[in-house]
């Protein structure tokens, strides 16, 4: 195994990498500065306190992303459903997520800061749920089982992209009623007939659940370039549908991206869960292991550098590279990131890179593999996730091109990558 990995290193230690910059990309910045009083407004515009009867149980979604102010939105929505007389508690609506089991999905919450005190509501956690309906063409309808006892269900999300098709609704609200609130039954049902099927079963799940369930009202998150909340949009249950595609095509005019054409090698510092669902959102890297969507290639090579922690050891997604470190390697739970491929069909995602010892070798090796380039002058960019792209860094040789767009500042000077002995980077 020693001499294999001096082998290995011979083939690649030999070359150089480039002094990187960092540099400021610049979105749209509108943000909420006061997100309960946000909230209420909203609550109020659309009369939804007249849906809240005294003494009734009322179940709040809450899934599995890293969302912007999250444990602030539940904790002000537990306590507006309090105030009107209503006993709410918080179901995690997140399909297979967490392991598929009501513990992990506990887990989950926590965390993303989501506990009974900082939200000032139990946490009602099971993966049973109960076929309430079938849709006309068919297919089974399934509500978490807690959140279908309740005498009524208010669905909280993030309303963004897939990443993996497109279409009127992506990853929104009616997701989390169909694959959150189905949990692994649900997820399971959407992605039986492929990929290009998800949204076609998730509306007409989400359209027959809406009929049948206890849905009240939903409350709609959208999110700035800079992870911000921008928008919060409170939708009565019989509007979900219709409202939802006007919101993401709002949504999509604020997502985040790299600002450059292109690049030899991408560098991601961690992947996670809480980051997408592919641990890589693949609307920001430009590839995906489903070619569902053509998206204009940003780099050859990606180099994946370690895994979050609030992932669990969840990989999933991590095929969309090409190159991992032995880090990332040993942070990965087989036991938590099988659930997905094998609920959603999607095995591929779920391959793994070629693993190298460390985080230079790492960037090394995906250099190495491209094509037709010079391998002493890569462009390389270096981003800490694909949630936070505001500030990066880029190698020398792309610094024209950071000149010469307005949305790019400058704000670094060039400097070695700083790496331990162990060839990490520090």
């Not at 030899?264 to 992947?271: E, F, H, P, R, Y």
């Not at 940003?298 to 550098?305: H, N, S, T, Y």
């Amino acid at each position: 195994m020693a001499s294999s990995n001096v082998a290995v290193q011979k083939i690649i230690q030999h070359i150089p990498l480039p002094r990187m910059i960092r540099v400021r990309q610049k979105f749209c910045q509108e943000h909420i500065a006061d997100i309960p009083a946000a909230l209420r407004q909203q609550l109020d515009l659309r009369n939804l306190p007249a849906r809240i009867a005294p003494g009734a149980t009322i179940a709040i979604t809450a899934g599995s992303r890293g969302i912007a102010n999250l444990p602030e939105i539940l904790r002000e929505l537990v306590g507006w459903v309090r105030a009107l007389g209503g006993q709410p508690f918080i179901v995690p609506a997140m399909g297979s997520h967490g392991g598929a089991t009501a513990e992990g999905q506990a887990g989950v919450l926590y965390e993303l800061g989501i506990t009974e005190e900082t939200v000032g509501a139990p946490i009602r956690a099971t993966m049973e749920v109960v076929k309430i309906d079938t849709t006309p063409n068919g297919l089974p309808v399934h509500i978490d089982r807690f959140a279908q006892e309740a005498d009524g269900i208010i669905v909280v999300g993030r309303i963004k992209q897939h990443t993996s098709f497109r279409a009127p609704i992506e990853s929104g609200l009616a997701k989390m009623i169909a694959v959150g609130l189905g949990k692994r039954d649900g997820a399971e049902i959407c992605h039986a007939a492929g990929v290009p099927n998800i949204p076609v079963r998730v509306t007409e799940i989400a359209e027959t659940a809406l009929q049948r369930a206890n849905i009240l009202f939903a409350v709609g998150i959208l999110e700035n370039a800079y992870d911000e909340t921008f928008r919060i949009a409170a939708i009565p249950a019989e509007q979900i549908l219709a409202e939802e595609p006007v919101l993401l095509d709002i949504s999509r005019e604020h997502m985040p991206q790299i600002l450059f054409p292109g690049c030899d090698v991408l560098v991601v510092d961690a992947a996670g869960k809480n980051i997408a669902g592919t641990g890589m959102d693949p609307n920001v890297i430009r590839r995906n292991y489903i070619d569902t969507f053509a998206m204009p290639p940003l780099a050859q090579r990606l180099a994946l550098l370690s895994l979050t922690e609030e992932s669990h050891g969840n990989a999933n997604g991590m095929t969309n590279a090409d190159v991992c470190t032995r880090r990332f390697f040993n942070q990965i739970d087989f036991f938590e990131t099988y659930p997905n491929p094998l609920t959603n069909g999607m095995l591929q995602s779920c391959k793994i890179p070629l693993v190298m010892e460390n985080d230079r070798l790492a960037i090394q090796a995906a250099i190495k593999g491209c094509y037709g380039i010079d391998h002493n002058d890569a462009r390389l960019i270096r981003i800490k996730n694909t949630l936070h792209i505001g500030e990066i860094m880029i190698s020398e040789n792309l610094l024209p091109e950071a000149r010469n767009n307005p949305r790019i500042d400058i704000i670094g000077t060039a400097e070695e990558l700083a790496f331990d002995a162990q060839g990490n980077l520090l």
